[in-house]
C-alpha cells in the first residue's frame, strides 16, 4: 500500500503534504515552484511508492468552481500525463485550507514573521486537506 499525497495547487506554488506508508498520519513534505512540480514528482515517485494524489477542488461559498479552477484544471492535465500507471488522483474540496492554516499556525505558537512564510502556509494547507481527506475516508468506510 503506496502513500497518499495531497498537492494544494497555487499559481506560484504548490504546497505538498504525505502520509506515512500506512495512511495513518499526514505531514508536511515541501513546497514547489509550480512550473517545478512535475519534476518534483517525477523524481519524488522514483524513490516512494503513492496510490493516490489529492488536489484540491477550488469551490466556492456555492459549491460552484471558482475561478482558481481555470488555472487548476490545466496544471492537473500536465501532471497526469508524467504520472505513472495506477497513481490516480483524486479532487477534494479545498476551502478554508488556507484560514486553517494561518489559525492552526496561531495556535502553535508561531510568530508573526513565521506566519508571514507563505511557503509554510502552502505546507500547512496541504497537509490540513490530507487530514480532512483522511477523516472522510475513514467515516466512509
Same mark, same amino acid.
Given at each position: 500500500? =503506496?502513500?497518499?499525497?495531497?498537492?494544494?495547487? =497555487?499559481?506560484?506554488?504548490?504546497?505538498?503534504?504525505?502520509?506515512?506508508?500506512?495512511?495513518?498520519?499526514?505531514?508536511?513534505?515541501?513546497?514547489?515552484?509550480?512550473?517545478?512540480?512535475?519534476?518534483?514528482?517525477?523524481?519524488?515517485?522514483?524513490?516512494?511508492?503513492?496510490?493516490?494524489?489529492?488536489?484540491?477542488?477550488?469551490?466556492?461559498?456555492?459549491?460552484?468552481?471558482?475561478?482558481?479552477?481555470?488555472?487548476?484544471?490545466?496544471?492537473?492535465?500536465?501532471?497526469?500525463?508524467?504520472?505513472?500507471?495506477?497513481?490516480?488522483?483524486?479532487?477534494?474540496?479545498?476551502r478554508f485550507t488556507s484560514?486553517?492554516?494561518?489559525?492552526?499556525?496561531?495556535?502553535? =505558537?508561531?510568530?508573526?514573521?513565521?506566519?508571514?512564510?507563505?511557503?509554510?502556509?502552502?505546507?500547512?494547507?496541504a497537509t490540513i486537506m490530507?487530514?480532512?481527506?483522511?477523516?472522510?475516508?475513514?467515516?466512509? =468506510?
Amino acid at each position: 500500500m =503506496g502513500r497518499i499525497m495531497a498537492i494544494d495547487l =497555487g499559481r506560484r506554488r504548490c504546497g505538498i503534504a504525505v502520509t506515512d506508508s500506512m495512511r495513518i498520519v499526514a505531514t508536511p513534505l515541501a513546497t514547489v515552484e509550480t512550473s517545478r512540480l512535475n519534476q518534483f514528482l517525477t523524481e519524488y515517485l522514483s524513490r516512494e511508492s503513492v496510490d493516490i494524489i489529492v488536489a484540491g477542488k477550488p469551490v466556492d461559498m456555492s459549491g460552484n468552481p471558482s475561478d482558481c479552477t481555470r488555472y487548476i484544471e490545466p496544471a492537473l492535465q500536465r501532471l497526469r500525463k508524467v504520472l505513472p500507471s495506477g497513481v490516480k488522483i483524486e479532487r477534494y474540496d479545498e476551502r478554508f485550507t488556507s484560514s486553517l492554516a494561518h489559525r492552526a499556525m496561531i495556535d502553535s =505558537g508561531m510568530t508573526r514573521t513565521q506566519r508571514r512564510d507563505k511557503e509554510a502556509v502552502d505546507r500547512m494547507a496541504a497537509t490540513i486537506m490530507l487530514n480532512d481527506y483522511l477523516s472522510s475516508k475513514q467515516y466512509q =468506510g
